[in-house]
Antibody, heavy 120, light 111 residues
């Protein structure tokens, strides 16, 4: 079945780095735009980053620009989020999401999420 | 890019209809038909309920419907059921440097 499985979350100190991975299955990954969306404890959803199906375009939220990098390996059906210079406010559940439609704006398949805690 | 504005909470009795609003600007909701809605139960991942303002994905109940007027989109839940109790978020494509924006979220309570 269509599935996204995130991994790589954990507890990390401020200013350190972490890389999240998301393994896709059950659909043609190389044709899908992919997002990362996060949710801080008790807060709403925040879009983080998107990558086009072929990696040709990548866009970031202002909060992620310059610190986070989204990438993908279509041979491994995997999308990544490299997070550097982490801050306490980056503490959240990070969801990997498949986008569809124009600009991949609609998000129809969500992973179960991986938790990132930034704390000293 | 500021978040789209939703009411913090909406409530209704079983069987009633409720409407959740999602207010934006001409740079997002008002400028595109790229509005979608998501349902999120506690501790669960969000679920797509509506896309392209008013389209339902396969498997979503026809009790859920969407519309848009000007810079405001709306989600209506008719025949309210206990399982509809959840948080709901709208999102829109935007013409700003941040191409996607979520709403502030609405907690729906079934009395």
């Amino acid at each position: 079945q269509v599935q996204l499985v995130e991994s790589g979350g954990g507890m990390v100190q401020p200013e350190k780095s972490l890389r999240l991975s998301c393994a896709a299955s059950g659909f043609t990954f190389s044709g899908a735009g992919m997002h990362w969306v996060r949710q801080a404890p008790g807060k709403g959803l925040e879009w983080v980053a998107v990558i086009w199906y072929d990696g040709s375009n990548r866009f970031y939220a202002d909060s992620a620009k310059g610190r986070f990098t989204i990438s993908r390996d279509n041979s491994k059906n995997t999308v990544y989020l490299q997070m550097n210079s982490l801050r306490a406010e980056d503490t959240a559940v990070y969801y990997c999401v498949r986008g569809f439609g124009q600009y991949y704006y609609a998000m129809d398949v969500w992973g179960q999420g991986t938790t990132v805690i930034v704390s000293s | 890019q500021s978040a789209l504005t939703q009411p913090a909470s909406v409530s209704g009795s079983p069987g009633q209809s409720i409407t959740i609003s999602c207010s934006g600007t001409s740079s997002d909701v008002g400028g595109y038909n790229h509005v979608s809605w998501y349902q999120q139960h506690p501790g669960k991942a969000p679920k797509l309920m509506i896309y392209d303002v008013s389209n339902r994905p396969s498997g979503v109940s026809n009790r859920f419907s969407g519309s848009k007027s000007g810079n405001t989109a709306s989600l209506t839940i008719s025949g309210l059921q206990a399982d509809d109790e959840a948080d709901y978020y709208c999102t829109s494509y935007t013409s700003t440097s941040t191409p996607y924006v979520f709403g502030t979220g609405t907690k729906v309570s079934v009395l």
